[in-house]
T-cell receptor, first 113, second 112 residues
């Protein structure tokens, strides 16, 4: 299995509170991604990073920010969580090789009450 | 924008073949992928096909690509109960191989 760790794996929080999810990799891969998975929507890309301090928006970036200060860590922050951000969040990594294969973490389930 | 469509459910009997279909809109995708998600887990790459190929076979898996119709299919021969999972079609976009657009996933149920 690819060395990807997401934390926390489960979190319940209240509307309006800040939340940070962490993705840690031991593969030294250049690219890192945050997706959210929701019933009826599949996986949607939130933000991605193509290097330290280099990030870009995905399809559903509103309400989310990211930071990557080290190759191994990619943080996803919800500045003020809303109920619509209740979801399962997946981190993925890629070496950016020819086939673009993504390796996924096990997911972080976030519930916003 | 880019769109990837799949049917949401498929039910088959153990030992039968399963065919999961996918259509997409971006014809510039270089690679097209099938990922598998088992309950409570992340996605794992099952197989992929390069856009200049029509077919790729890998043991029980056969991928067919019709570029003209923008149609991708995954056939699983001799389907087993362990194949029960959600299968996602994905295509790359934006010129970057790692930026993938996923379909909503097809939940495959295999009945004994």
């Amino acid at each position: 299995d690819a060395g990807i760790t997401q934390s926390p794996r489960h979190k319940v929080t209240e509307t309006g509170t800040p939340v940070t999810l962490r993705c840690h990799q031991t593969e030294n891969h250049r690219y890192m991604y945050w997706y959210r998975q929701d019933p009826g929507h599949g996986l949607r890309l939130i933000h991605y990073s193509y290097g330290v301090k280099d990030t870009d928006k995905g399809e559903v970036s509103d309400g989310y920010s990211v930071s990557r200060s080290k190759t191994e860590d990619f943080l996803l922050t919800l500045e003020s969580a809303t109920s619509s951000q209740t979801s399962v969040y997946f981190c993925a990594i890629s070496s950016g090789g020819h086939t673009g294969e993504l390796f996924f973490g096990e997911g972080s389930r976030l519930t916003v009450l | 924008g880019e769109d990837v469509e799949q049917s949401l459910f498929l039910s088959v009997r153990e030992g039968d073949s399963s065919v999961i279909n996918c259509t997409y809109t971006d014809s510039s995708s270089t690679y097209l992928y099938w990922y598998k998600q088992e309950p409570g887990a992340g996605l794992q790459l099952l197989t992929y096909i390069f856009s200049n190929m029509d077919m790729k076979q890998d043991q029980r898996l056969t991928v067919l690509l019709n570029k003209k119709d923008k149609h991708l299919s995954l056939r699983i021969a001799d389907t087993q109960t362990g194949d029960s999972a959600i299968y996602f079609c994905a295509v790359s976009f934006g010129g970057s191989q790692g930026n993938l657009i996923f379909g909503k996933g097809t939940k495959l149920s295999v009945k004994p």
